[in-house]
């Protein structure tokens, strides 16, 4: 059975600070792996995709990384900001239809 | 580029009637449209595919004579949530695919349902 799991469900962190949020999938076959950000109340935005091939693909202070042999991502944010107080959520796509994790709830205190 | 529009963002409606969401697809042809429905603290939950001139696919558990899905046309996917009842209060989220990515799909904005 596909499967996407994100840690941790929720994380609290001070404004200027790094965080680090992880996803595991069991997605197969695996074609792509994406992060997204949903502010409440809004669909998702995309923030990175990256094929099995890729290690590591950037969006401004967004970096995401990418173990094919683990089955694991990561999302780091650098400085954060309020505005990045939303859900991230991972997204794993393989078969036709993709597999979402259930995210984690970022919420940045100034 | 690939810009979805999803309208409307929030709608409340009495129960035993009917909502109709729409999402557009402005700058590319949507081949494939997914709605999914997320209950808060949770993931997005797909209800159903689309393809543009194709009898949707449900679900398990997603009542196809409730939901009703119209891909009637490569920018255009309606979701009509028939018969409304307070549990099918939730937000409704469109997913648009087509010739503008191969692996991506892009998001509508969603619409937050609420039946009273």
């Known amino acids: 059975k596909n499967q996407v799991e994100q840690s941790p469900q929720s994380l609290i962190i001070l404004e200027g600070k790094n965080c680090t949020l992880q996803?595991?999938?069991?997605?197969?076959?695996?074609?792509?792996l994406r992060w997204y950000k949903q502010d409440t109340g809004r669909g998702p935005v995309s923030l990175t995709i990256m094929t099995f091939s890729e290690n590591t693909k950037s969006n401004g202070r967004y970096t995401a990384t990418l173990d094919a042999d683990t089955k694991q991502s990561s999302l780091h944010i650098t400085a954060s900001q309020l505005s990045d107080s939303a859900s991230y959520i991972c997204r794993s796509g393989g078969s036709y239809i993709p597999t979402f994790g259930r995210g984690t709830s970022l919420i940045v205190h100034p | 580029g690939a810009v979805v529009s999803q309208h409307p963002s929030r709608v409340i409606c009495k129960s035993g009637t009917s909502v109709k969401i729409e999402c557009r697809s402005l700058d590319f042809q949507a081949t494939t449209m997914f709605w999914y429905r997320q209950f808060p603290k949770q993931s997005l939950m797909l209800m159903a595919t689309?393809?543009?001139?194709?009898?949707?696919?449900?679900e398990q558990g997603v009542e196809k004579d409730k939901f009703l899905i119209n891909h009637a046309s490569l920018t255009l996917s309606t979701l009509t949530v028939t018969s409304a009842h307070p549990e099918d209060s939730s937000f409704y989220i469109c997913?648009?695919?087509?010739?503008?990515?191969?692996?991506?799909?892009?998001f509508g904005s969603g619409t937050r349902l609420t039946v009273v």
């Open positions: 997913s648009a695919g087509g010739t503008h990515s191969n692996y991506g799909y892009t």
């Open positions: 996803c595991n999938y069991t997605v197969s076959p695996f074609s792509n």
């Open positions: 689309s393809n543009e001139g194709s009898k949707a696919t449900y």
